[in-house]
């Protein structure tokens, strides 16, 4: 296993974001950060998909007639004029609920590429 070659201090943070040895320890820790937090909002066991949406979270939902759509929408303008029309949108930081999985772009794209890896 390889490990950082330098012991990078404050202050040298992009040094070690830059160090390729580095990446496995700063994904490891992210990994780690993102289950507790996601364990901290009520997922106990999260999933690879759960783990992956917390690297990118890609989907707002709004009500509809009695109901949540959940879609993703990506730039700045869109999710304005997304919001302009939906005034209870909002951004679904934790995939608690299926349908944010379901219409996650970036979960989709991460399982597709794990696929071609099988």
């Not at 994904?27 to 990118?56: C, F, M, W």
């Not at 609920?97 to 794209?109: A, G, I, K, Q, R």
């Amino acid at each position: 296993m390889m490990s950082c070659r330098y012991s990078y201090g404050p202050g040298q943070e992009a040094q070690a974001l830059l160090d390729p040895e580095c990446v496995p320890m700063i994904v490891a820790a992210k990994t780690a950060s993102i289950i507790d937090d996601l364990r901290k909002h009520g997922i106990g066991h999260p999933t690879s998909e759960q783990i992956a949406y917390e690297y990118n979270p890609d989907v707002y939902s709004h009500s509809d007639g009695g109901h949540r759509e959940y879609k993703t929408i990506y730039g700045d303008l869109k999710i304005a004029m997304s919001k302009a029309l939906h005034h209870d949108q909002k951004k679904e930081y934790y995939p608690n609920d299926p349908n944010v999985l379901t219409n996650s772009e970036h979960v989709h794209n991460v399982i597709s590429w794990l696929r071609r890896y099988e």
